[in-house]
Protein backbone atom coordinates (compact mmCIF):
# COMPACT_ATOMS: atom_id res chain seq x y z
CA UNK A 1 0.00 0.00 0.00
CA UNK A 2 0.99 3.73 -0.18
CA UNK A 3 3.48 5.26 2.58
CA UNK A 4 3.90 8.58 3.58
CA UNK A 5 6.98 9.05 5.69
CA UNK A 6 7.18 12.42 7.90
CA UNK A 7 10.68 13.33 9.44
CA UNK A 8 10.86 14.25 12.77
CA UNK A 9 8.55 12.54 14.68
CA UNK A 10 9.01 14.62 17.49
CA UNK A 11 10.79 17.95 17.78
CA UNK A 12 11.26 20.12 20.28
CA UNK A 13 12.22 23.81 19.95
CA UNK A 14 12.72 27.35 21.51
CA UNK A 15 10.94 30.35 21.18
CA UNK A 16 11.90 32.03 17.57
CA UNK A 17 13.67 29.04 15.77
CA UNK A 18 12.38 27.64 13.09
CA UNK A 19 11.52 24.04 12.14
CA UNK A 20 11.47 22.09 9.06
CA UNK A 21 9.30 19.36 8.96
CA UNK A 22 9.57 16.62 5.68
CA UNK A 23 6.52 14.58 4.08
CA UNK A 24 7.52 12.16 1.78
CA UNK A 25 5.66 9.95 -0.43
CA UNK A 26 7.70 6.43 -0.18
CA UNK A 27 6.44 4.29 -3.24
CA UNK A 28 3.76 6.50 -5.45
CA UNK A 29 4.21 10.04 -6.79
CA UNK A 30 2.04 12.79 -5.82
CA UNK A 31 1.32 15.91 -7.30
CA UNK A 32 -0.80 17.09 -4.62
CA UNK A 33 0.14 16.75 -0.45
CA UNK A 34 -1.65 18.34 2.26
CA UNK A 35 -0.85 19.93 5.28
CA UNK A 36 -2.67 19.53 8.84
CA UNK A 37 -2.35 20.33 12.08
CA UNK A 38 -4.25 18.86 15.01
CA UNK A 39 -4.27 20.38 18.94
CA UNK A 40 -5.34 17.64 21.04
CA UNK A 41 -8.80 16.59 21.20
CA UNK A 42 -9.66 18.67 18.23
CA UNK A 43 -10.04 17.55 14.53
CA UNK A 44 -7.82 17.73 11.78
CA UNK A 45 -7.50 20.97 10.50
CA UNK A 46 -6.35 21.56 6.65
CA UNK A 47 -3.47 24.18 6.83
CA UNK A 48 -2.54 24.38 3.13
CA UNK A 49 -2.70 22.37 0.20
CA UNK A 50 1.12 21.82 -1.40
CA UNK A 51 1.30 21.88 -5.14
CA UNK A 52 4.74 20.35 -6.85
CA UNK A 53 6.07 23.03 -8.70
CA UNK A 54 3.70 25.89 -8.10
CA UNK A 55 3.22 28.30 -4.63
CA UNK A 56 0.80 26.32 -1.93
CA UNK A 57 -2.97 26.98 -1.55
CA UNK A 58 -3.26 28.34 2.09
CA UNK A 59 -6.88 28.20 4.08
CA UNK A 60 -7.84 30.77 5.56
CA UNK A 61 -6.60 32.12 8.62
CA UNK A 62 -3.33 30.40 8.19
CA UNK A 63 -0.20 32.82 7.74
CA UNK A 64 1.63 32.01 4.65
CA UNK A 65 5.03 33.78 5.97
CA UNK A 66 4.85 31.67 8.86
CA UNK A 67 3.94 28.39 7.44
CA UNK A 68 6.39 28.19 4.22
CA UNK A 69 5.34 25.12 2.04
CA UNK A 70 7.78 23.71 -0.59
CA UNK A 71 6.83 20.93 -2.96
CA UNK A 72 9.87 20.56 -5.19
CA UNK A 73 9.29 17.17 -6.00
CA UNK A 74 6.89 14.35 -6.54
CA UNK A 75 7.83 12.57 -3.61
CA UNK A 76 8.63 15.49 -1.17
CA UNK A 77 6.84 18.35 0.75
CA UNK A 78 8.14 20.73 3.43
CA UNK A 79 6.40 22.49 5.80
CA UNK A 80 8.79 25.17 7.81
CA UNK A 81 6.97 26.86 10.95
CA UNK A 82 8.88 29.77 10.67
CA UNK A 83 9.86 31.89 14.08
CA UNK A 84 7.55 29.12 16.66
CA UNK A 85 6.25 30.35 19.24
CA UNK A 86 4.39 28.20 22.16
CA UNK A 87 0.96 28.06 20.53
CA UNK A 88 2.58 26.68 17.15
CA UNK A 89 3.08 23.25 19.91
CA UNK A 90 0.70 20.80 17.65
CA UNK A 91 0.50 17.75 15.82
CA UNK A 92 1.59 18.32 12.32
CA UNK A 93 0.47 15.95 9.85
CA UNK A 94 0.52 15.54 5.91
CA UNK A 95 -0.95 13.53 3.64
CA UNK A 96 -0.78 12.57 0.00
CA UNK A 97 -3.05 11.48 -3.07
CA UNK A 98 -1.45 9.03 -5.63
CA UNK A 99 -0.86 10.81 -8.61
CA UNK A 100 -2.14 7.57 -10.29
CA UNK A 101 -5.63 7.58 -7.78
CA UNK A 102 -8.94 7.84 -9.68
CA UNK A 103 -10.39 8.64 -5.92
CA UNK A 104 -9.90 10.93 -2.94
CA UNK A 105 -8.22 8.89 -1.18
CA UNK A 106 -5.47 10.20 1.10
CA UNK A 107 -2.72 8.53 2.58
CA UNK A 108 -1.80 9.86 5.97
CA UNK A 109 2.09 10.35 7.26
CA UNK A 110 2.76 9.34 11.05
CA UNK A 111 2.36 12.86 11.71
CA UNK A 112 4.93 15.45 13.62
CA UNK A 113 4.59 16.45 17.28
CA UNK A 114 6.25 20.23 17.77
CA UNK A 115 6.63 21.16 21.39
CA UNK A 116 8.07 24.85 20.90
CA UNK A 117 9.17 25.57 24.54
CA UNK B 1 -23.50 25.49 10.96
CA UNK B 2 -20.78 23.77 10.13
CA UNK B 3 -19.80 21.80 6.88
CA UNK B 4 -19.43 18.57 8.02
CA UNK B 5 -20.86 17.85 11.67
CA UNK B 6 -20.27 14.50 14.16
CA UNK B 7 -21.73 13.59 17.49
CA UNK B 8 -18.60 13.80 19.49
CA UNK B 9 -19.25 11.23 21.63
CA UNK B 10 -17.83 9.33 23.68
CA UNK B 11 -20.10 6.30 22.67
CA UNK B 12 -18.92 3.79 25.73
CA UNK B 13 -20.02 0.36 24.93
CA UNK B 14 -19.77 -3.16 26.05
CA UNK B 15 -17.81 -5.61 23.66
CA UNK B 16 -20.10 -7.23 21.26
CA UNK B 17 -22.16 -4.25 21.14
CA UNK B 18 -23.64 -2.99 17.69
CA UNK B 19 -22.83 0.79 17.37
CA UNK B 20 -23.77 3.51 15.22
CA UNK B 21 -23.25 7.03 14.41
CA UNK B 22 -24.00 9.47 11.72
CA UNK B 23 -22.07 12.26 9.81
CA UNK B 24 -24.01 15.39 8.55
CA UNK B 25 -22.57 17.29 5.49
CA UNK B 26 -23.89 20.77 4.56
CA UNK B 27 -22.99 20.76 1.11
CA UNK B 28 -25.29 18.83 -1.35
CA UNK B 29 -22.67 19.04 -3.96
CA UNK B 30 -20.42 16.51 -1.94
CA UNK B 31 -18.36 14.09 -4.00
CA UNK B 32 -16.54 11.74 -2.04
CA UNK B 33 -17.04 10.34 1.90
CA UNK B 34 -15.05 8.49 3.40
CA UNK B 35 -14.51 7.08 6.89
CA UNK B 36 -11.42 7.23 8.74
CA UNK B 37 -9.81 6.33 12.24
CA UNK B 38 -7.70 7.49 14.50
CA UNK B 39 -5.80 6.26 17.41
CA UNK B 40 -4.36 8.54 20.36
CA UNK B 41 -1.29 10.31 19.00
CA UNK B 42 -1.34 8.34 15.86
CA UNK B 43 -2.37 9.36 12.27
CA UNK B 44 -6.04 8.71 10.70
CA UNK B 45 -5.83 5.95 8.81
CA UNK B 46 -8.37 4.81 6.12
CA UNK B 47 -11.07 2.67 7.52
CA UNK B 48 -13.70 2.67 4.50
CA UNK B 49 -15.13 4.59 1.55
CA UNK B 50 -18.95 5.24 1.58
CA UNK B 51 -20.31 4.24 -1.91
CA UNK B 52 -23.98 5.74 -2.84
CA UNK B 53 -24.80 1.98 -2.79
CA UNK B 54 -23.72 1.10 0.63
CA UNK B 55 -20.41 -0.84 1.50
CA UNK B 56 -19.48 -3.38 3.79
CA UNK B 57 -16.51 -5.03 5.05
CA UNK B 58 -16.76 -7.30 7.75
CA UNK B 59 -18.20 -6.19 10.75
CA UNK B 60 -18.10 -2.26 9.28
CA UNK B 61 -21.07 -0.78 6.99
CA UNK B 62 -21.01 2.42 6.01
CA UNK B 63 -23.36 4.07 4.35
CA UNK B 64 -24.75 7.05 2.65
CA UNK B 65 -27.96 9.09 2.64
CA UNK B 66 -27.82 12.01 -0.03
CA UNK B 67 -31.35 13.27 0.71
CA UNK B 68 -30.57 13.76 3.76
CA UNK B 69 -26.94 14.69 3.72
CA UNK B 70 -25.49 12.33 5.62
CA UNK B 71 -23.25 9.28 5.67
CA UNK B 72 -23.19 6.46 8.49
CA UNK B 73 -21.17 3.70 10.22
CA UNK B 74 -22.32 0.38 11.71
CA UNK B 75 -19.94 -1.45 13.67
CA UNK B 76 -21.41 -5.06 14.70
CA UNK B 77 -19.70 -7.64 17.36
CA UNK B 78 -17.50 -4.65 18.52
CA UNK B 79 -14.11 -5.56 20.01
CA UNK B 80 -11.98 -3.62 22.14
CA UNK B 81 -9.25 -2.78 19.35
CA UNK B 82 -12.24 -0.72 18.18
CA UNK B 83 -11.77 1.93 20.84
CA UNK B 84 -10.86 5.08 18.44
CA UNK B 85 -12.16 7.60 17.05
CA UNK B 86 -13.86 7.55 14.03
CA UNK B 87 -13.46 10.93 11.51
CA UNK B 88 -15.66 11.66 8.73
CA UNK B 89 -14.58 13.12 5.51
CA UNK B 90 -16.27 14.51 2.94
CA UNK B 91 -15.01 15.66 -0.54
CA UNK B 92 -16.84 19.03 -2.06
CA UNK B 93 -14.88 20.67 -5.28
CA UNK B 94 -11.65 19.21 -4.32
CA UNK B 95 -12.06 20.34 -0.50
CA UNK B 96 -11.12 18.09 1.96
CA UNK B 97 -12.95 18.64 5.32
CA UNK B 98 -13.03 16.23 7.83
CA UNK B 99 -15.72 15.98 10.53
CA UNK B 100 -14.27 16.46 14.39
CA UNK B 101 -14.63 13.30 15.22
CA UNK B 102 -16.68 10.63 17.18
CA UNK B 103 -15.06 8.70 19.91
CA UNK B 104 -15.95 5.32 20.66
CA UNK B 105 -14.56 3.40 23.93
CA UNK B 106 -15.08 -0.54 24.12
CA UNK B 107 -15.23 -1.86 27.48
CA UNK B 108 -14.86 -5.48 28.28
Known amino acids: GAVVSQHPSWVICKSGTSVKIECRSL??????MFWYRQFPKQSLMLMAT?????????EQGVEKDKFLINHASLTLSTLTVTSAHPEDSSFYIC?????????????FGPGTRLTVT | RKEVEQDPGPFNVPEGATVAFNCTYS??????FFWYRQDCRKEPKLLMS???SGNEDGRFTAQLNRASQYISLLIRDSKLSDSATYLC?????????FGSGTRLSIRP
Open chain 1, 95 to 107: SARDIEGYSYEQY
Open chain 1, 27 to 32: DFQATT
Open chain 1, 50 to 58: SNEGSKATY
Open chain 2, 27 to 32: NSASQS
Open chain 2, 50 to 52: VYS
Open chain 2, 89 to 97: VVISASKII
